[in-house]
């Protein structure tokens, strides 16, 4: 699975859009990028996936660049809720045997009152 | 309601003893992971299976072995726990739980605090 890279932390105040990217230079065709955050003690959670189309749910919007080098997380309007690490990773899919999800250090997210 | 279990969630124990995290699934899931996370170095893995008997090593495995004799248990093993494995570990299961998700989202447990004193 290809690499990234995140900035190591980042404030947003509270009520405006928190932009995270991810660099990912070295994705292949086939690897899609997800993004999990990881609130104080608690497991991980899912927010997002996409492989080359920009995505949106409930919890945010996911921008990929034309290229597929490089991501943003969007979270339109951050809440102190949203203080969490946040990760980005880039995997395959499909049906391998072979399975390993590796994580990076990821982003701390600080929103500011 | 994730359909994954950690027991024990809190663990004080010394060095040199042997301690079994377990983790249960309730959805039949094929992959399960198991993740250390200590301050500053986010989630590595450690051992993961991609079936019963079907297990492989992750980033960090040296002093940990893992077992999965059917498919809702994985188990993780320290032979004789030491004090670099003060930790908190999390298990993780490919695939939705419930309102499913994506067969390739990772669902975590909420994580057991081992303490190796």
């Known amino acids: 699975d290809a690499k990234t890279t995140q900035p190591t932390s980042m404030d947003c105040a509270e009520g405006r859009a928190a932009n995270l990217p991810c660099n990912h230079s070295t994705i292949s065709g086939n690897e899609y990028v997800y993004w999990y955050r990881q609130i104080h003690s608690q497991g991980p959670q899912y927010i997002i996936h996409?492989?080359?189309n920009n995505e949106t749910n409930e919890m945010a919007s996911l921008i990929i660049t034309e290229d597929r080098k490089s991501s943003t997380l969007i979270l339109p309007h951050a809440t102190l809720r949203d203080t969490a690490v946040y990760y980005c990773?880039?995997?395959?899919?499909?049906?391998?045997?072979?399975?390993?999800?590796?994580f990076g250090p990821g982003t701390s997210l600080s929103v500011i009152p | 309601d994730a359909g994954i279990t950690q027991s024990p969630r809190h663990k004080v124990t010394e060095t040199g003893t042997p301690v079994t995290l377990r983790c249960h699934q309730t959805e039949n899931h094929r992959y399960m992971y198991w993740y250390r996370q200590d301050p500053g170095h986010g989630l590595r893995l450690i051992h993961y299976s991609y079936g019963v008997k079907d297990t492989d090593k992750g980033e960090v495995s040296d002093g940990y072995s893992v077992s999965r004799s059917k498919t809702e248990d994985f188990l993780l093993t320290l032979e004789s726990a030491t004090s670099s494995q003060t930790s908190v570990y999390f298990c993780?299961?490919?695939?939705?739980?419930?309102?499913?998700?994506?067969?390739?989202?990772?669902?975590f447990g909420a994580g057991s605090r081992l303490t190796v004193l």
């Open positions: 990773i880039v995997r395959v899919e499909g049906k391998t045997s072979y399975d390993k999800v590796i």
């Open positions: 996409g492989l080359k």
């Open positions: 993780a299961i490919k695939g939705g739980s419930g309102r499913s998700l994506g067969a390739n989202v990772l669902t």
